[in-house]
Structures are given as C-alpha cells and as structure tokens.
C-alpha cells in the first residue's frame, strides 16, 4: 500500500443474470452482480485485487483516462451506467 488514491472511470452493463462491471484501463478487470450496488462493491474489489497484483509484481499503475478520451475511443459501447470507481486506500488482501 502505498497511500495513492485510485480512482478510475467503469462500466456498467446488463447481463442475463445481473450486472458486469469492466475497467476501460484495465482490460481483464471484470467483475459481475446480481443488482448495480452489488455489481459495485464487487467491481471495487476486482480493481483493489488487480492493482495490488500489479503493485507485487511491480507493473506501472495506468493513469486515469479521462471520460472525453474514454467516450471518443469507445463508440461502440453502449454501458448502462458509467461511474468513478474510487479506492481511497487498499486494503490487505487475504491470502490462502
């Protein structure tokens, strides 16, 4: 943990069984829900887990995109709901 605020741009869309939630600057970073506040609280986590691993096998973090960048650059998706995903400091992951 190194005291950063991340804070990075979502989107949310409609499955079958609930919601998937996916980061823009973080492909492969996905996670799902029953409802959106779930689909949230479950995104939070997936982008928590994927930038401490990124952290232990010392990956650079990606900058934000902005939302312009974000929305000229993907045309083609139509989310649900688009919202700031923020983690204000990173919590220890358990182990197995």
């Given at each position: 943990m ?8 979502s ?8 919601y998937?939630i ?17 689909t949230?609280k479950?995104?939070?986590i997936?982008?928590?887990?994927h930038i401490?691993g990124?952290?232990e096998?010392?990956?650079k ?5 902005s939302l312009?960048?974000i929305?000229?650059?993907?045309k083609?998706?139509?989310?649900e ?5 923020e983690l ?9």
């Amino acid at each position: 943990m190194n005291g950063k605020v991340y804070a990075y741009i979502s989107d949310i869309v409609k499955s079958k069984s609930g919601y998937n939630i996916l980061f823009y600057d973080f492909p492969g970073c996905v996670s799902e829900g029953k409802t959106l506040e779930e689909t949230i609280k479950n995104g939070k986590i997936a982008l928590q887990m994927h930038i401490e691993g990124m952290i232990e096998d010392k990956e650079k973090i990606p900058k934000p995109s902005s939302l312009e960048k974000i929305i000229k650059e993907d045309k083609g998706n139509k989310p649900e709901v688009r919202i700031l995903i923020e983690l204000e400091k990173l919590l220890p992951i358990k182990k197995n």
